[in-house]
């Protein structure tokens, strides 16, 4: 069978066509995709800034010791240290866009207005953006007339040499591989180097995630948060020892799978929430004592509207932040992931 000629029908394509007088099937809905598991620009404390060079005073205590003295002794004293200053840079981050006046007053799908649609979606990609700054290996830079400043990350605050020995609880900073040479520098001359992989990696072991939870917990840090991301997390979840859980399903109903680590038990403090993070590198299992970080901001996310200079409105958003490490032994990490 076939199409009678002369058929007066939908397609806008064929010589006798109505295409051009049917309306437009179009949903009234923008679906926008917008992860805003933004763990650390939301869970940690907030505190102002009010330079661009943000500072503070970190200080531990003496290892205990043997301490017995003879009765009716006169005192003897030492010299104390003063507490370490350490500061971060603030930086900078910036969301623009510019709408014509025709186009904020057609009439548009999914939106009344397209200044507040940029508005709430750059507002996010912001947010986004200074989550990656917070958690990752970047390093902190004073700039220049030329150069932006930029604030040290978890990853370059967490400091200590690297250790391959997962035989017992001695480091920060632990290695998944035995053959690793990662290096992560820390606080000097008042700025942070970005940290370094080194060239050999290997799979996430338990060995060493107790590792880096362990070493915190020795030198007085509660390492309640992991941060990994989605493939730290699946090896995580295939750990040996994730217990089995058994749920009680109705012989009518599905049966749910549960192959997920949500929280990790272990021997060094309180049990630690493993969070998946879409912004920590894949390298690296950040375990955050949050009781010992902050952000610090200068200027809080806002936007603001520039001069107009045409038939267009321009709008800018910016935040002026930077991450603070309260002391950099309370939280640990496993470097060199693969």
Same mark, same amino acid.
Not at 54 to 80: K, M, R, V, Y
Not at 103 to 109: H, S
Not at 250 to 264: G, Q
Not at 322 to 338: D, Q
């Given at each position: ?258 192959? $997920? ?8 403090? $309180? ?11 894949? $390298? ?55």
């Amino acid at each position: 069978m076939a199409q009678v000629t002369g058929t007066t029908w939908s397609n806008s394509t064929a010589t006798f066509s109505m295409g051009t007088n049917v309306r437009e099937d179009l949903e009234d809905v923008i679906w926008l995709l917008d992860p805003m598991d933004t763990w650390a620009s939301t869970n940690l404390d907030r505190v102002d800034a009010t330079a661009t060079y943000h500072e503070w005073l970190q200080d531990n205590l003496a290892p205990a010791s043997a301490n017995a003295q003879i009765e009716g002794d006169d005192a003897g004293f030492s010299t104390a240290a003063p507490a370490e200053r350490v500061g971060n840079v603030l930086q900078i981050a910036r969301k623009t866009f510019i709408v014509s006046g025709t186009l904020e007053e057609v009439r548009k799908a999914g939106r009344a207005s397209e200044i507040k649609r940029l508005g709430t979606k750059y507002l996010k990609e912001l947010k986004r953006d200074i989550e990656y700054a917070l958690v990752r290996n970047q390093a902190s830079s004073l700039g220049g007339a030329a150069t932006a400043r930029s604030c040290a990350g978890m990853e370059s605050w967490i400091e200590g040499p690297t250790s391959t020995s997962h035989s017992a609880v001695s480091n920060v900073v632990a290695a998944s591989t035995l053959a690793g040479t990662a290096t992560t520098p820390g606080f000097s001359g008042g700025t942070l180097v970005a940290p370094t992989d080194g060239t050999t990696t290997a799979a996430l072991t338990e060995s060493a995630l107790k590792m880096a939870l362990g070493g915190a917990w020795e030198d007085g840090g509660d390492p309640r948060v992991i941060l990994a991301s989605q493939g730290v997390k699946a090896q995580i979840d295939a750990f040996t020892g994730v217990a089995t859980r058994f749920v009680d399903v109705d012989r009518t109903a599905k049966a749910s799978i549960i192959a $997920s680590a949500n929280v990790y038990v272990h021997s060094y403090g $309180s049990p630690s929430m493993v969070v998946l993070s879409r912004y920590t590198r894949s $390298s690296v299992a950040l375990c955050i004592d949050p009781a010992y970080w902050a952000v610090a901001y200068l200027r809080r996310p806002f936007m603001e509207t520039l001069a107009q200079t045409g038939d267009a409105q321009k709008k800018q958003m910016l935040a002026e932040f930077t991450l603070i490490c309260r002391n950099s032994v309370a939280s640990s990490k496993v470097v060199a992931i693969a």
